[in-house]
C-alpha cells in the first residue's frame, strides 16, 4: 500500500501539512516556481493586518513521496503571500537571491566564471563545476540588476543558463549536468504517455553564429546539420548574433548544440508518472515500452511539472530522445 507522504518546512516552520503543492523546473528557464496552498486559519496571526506566519523570503524546502520515502522537488524562498480562503504562497528558487542585487563592474579580460563569481558573491548561490572556462573582454555591467546579468549571458553570449537547487550553470549546453538514470515502464508506472511522439524535422537548419566586431565587421560560425548523399545540405539557414570577443572554439560548441536541437528527430514530449521512482531535471529516463518498443531507449529530462494533493501526486517530464 502507497500513502502519499511529505516534509515541508517554511521558515520556522517544520512538517507543514499543505493542501495542494505545484512546482515547476527546467533546463529551459533560470527560475524554478512553486505554488503552496495552505488552509488559512492555523497560519493567520492577525487577518485584519493580513499578517501570517510566513514573510516573503522565508527558506522552502520541500519533499514529497510514499511511505515517508521522500525526495526533494523544491528547494527555494517565499516570493509572495496571496491572502485568501485558501492562503497561497508563489515561491521562486534560488534565483530569487538575485532580485535585490545590483552589480557594476568593468573588465577588461575576464571568464564567464569570474562574472559569476563577482556578482553571486555573499549570496549563497553555488557555480556549477561544468561551467566552461570561456575568456570575455571588454566586458562592462553598469547598476545592472542580478537577473539582468543572467539575460545577458543569454542574449550576449547565446549561453544556456538554469539553475540546479542553489547551483548555476552558465554555458553551451543543456546536457551539461548528467544525473542519474531511472527506469519508466509504460503503463506500469506512469499515468499517461500519449505526448511522446516521433518528431521528424522536415527541414535541414544551418545555425550561423555572428559576431559582430567593435569595427562593424561580422564573423561567422557554422553549426552542421546532418549528412544527406555524402554532401552537407542545407535547406535554411538561422542567424544568432553574439557578442565580440567570444572565442571561436566557444561560438562553434554553440552553434553545435543548436544545430543538434533544430535538426532532431527522433521521439520527444511529455510523460506523466506517479513520484516514484523521482525525477529532477538534467536525470535520463530509460523508457522501457513493451507495446511501441520503438519508443524503448533513453531520454533526457528537460522539465519536471509536479503536482502533490489530495488527487495524489504525479510528476509531468517533458523528454527528448537522448544519444549517448
Known amino acids: 500500500m502507497f500513502h502519499l507522504t511529505s516534509d515541508i518546512s517554511i521558515g ?46 522565508d527558506t ?34 534560488y534565483s530569487y537571491l538575485l532580485k535585490d542585487v545590483v552589480f557594476s563592474k568593468s573588465y577588461a579580460k575576464t571568464t564567464i566564471k569570474q562574472i559569476l563569481q563577482d556578482f553571486t558573491k555573499g549570496t549563497g548561490i553555488q557555480l556549477s563545476k561544468m561551467i566552461p ?24 553570449c547565446a549561453c544556456v543558463v538554469f539553475f540546479d537547487f542553489d547551483t548555476l550553470y552558465v ?17 506500469w508506472n506512469t499515468v499517461e504517455e500519449k505526448e511522446l511522439k516521433k518528431d521528424i524535422s522536415d527541414t535541414e537548419i544551418q545555425i550561423t553564429i555572428t559576431e559582430k566586431s567593435a569595427d562593424g565587421s561580422k564573423k561567422n560560425t557554422l553549426g552542421k546539420a546532418s549528412r544527406k548523399n555524402g554532401k552537407w545540405r542545407y535547406t ?57 518498443p520503438d519508443r524503448n531507449g533513453k531520454y533526457f529530462v528537460e522539465t519536471v511539472e509536479g503536482s502533490f494533493g489530495t488527487g495524489g501526486g504525479r510528476q509531468k517530464l517533458t523528454l527528448r530522445y537522448y544519444d549517448e
Not at 135 to 142: E, G, M, P
Not at 172 to 183: G, H, R, V
Not at 253 to 269: H, R
Open 236 to 292: 535554411s539557414t538561422k542567424e544568432v548574433k553574439v557578442r565580440s570577443g567570444l572565442p571561436e572554439s566557444f561560438r562553434r560548441e554553440i552553434a553545435k548544440q543548436l544545430a543538434a536541437l533544430e535538426n532532431f528527430s527522433g521521439y520527444k514530449g511529455s510523460i506523466t508518472a506517479f513520484l516514484e521512482p523521482h525525477f529532477e531535471k538534467s536525470m535520463v529516463a530509460e523508457i522501457i515500452d513493451k507495446e511501441f
Open 133 to 156: 572556462d570561456v575568456t570575455l573582454t571588454n566586458v562592462t555591467f553598469n547598476k545592472t540588476p542580478g537577473l539582468k546579468v543572467l539575460e545577458w549571458f543569454q542574449k550576449e
Open 12 to 57: 520556522d516552520f517544520q512538517r507543514i501539512n499543505p493542501s495542494e503543492i505545484k512546482w515547476r523546473c527546467s533546463v529551459s528557464d533560470f527560475t524554478d516556481t512553486c505554488t503552496i496552498t495552505l488552509p488559512l486559519r492555523p497560519y493567520v496571526r492577525n487577518s485584519s493586518q493580513n499578517k501570517t506566519a510566513f514573510r516573503e523570503g
Open 60 to 93: 522552502v524546502e520541500i519533499k514529497v513521496g510514499y511511505n515517508d520515502r521522500n525526495e526533494t522537488v523544491f528547494n527555494g524562498f517565499v516570493r509572495r503571500v496571496n491572502f485568501g480562503k485558501p492562503l497561497t504562497l508563489d515561491c521562486e528558487g
Open 171 to 187: 554555458g553551451a549546453s543543456k546536457f551539461a549536468i548528467q544525473k542519474k538514470t531511472e527506469k519508466l515502464l509504460l503503463e
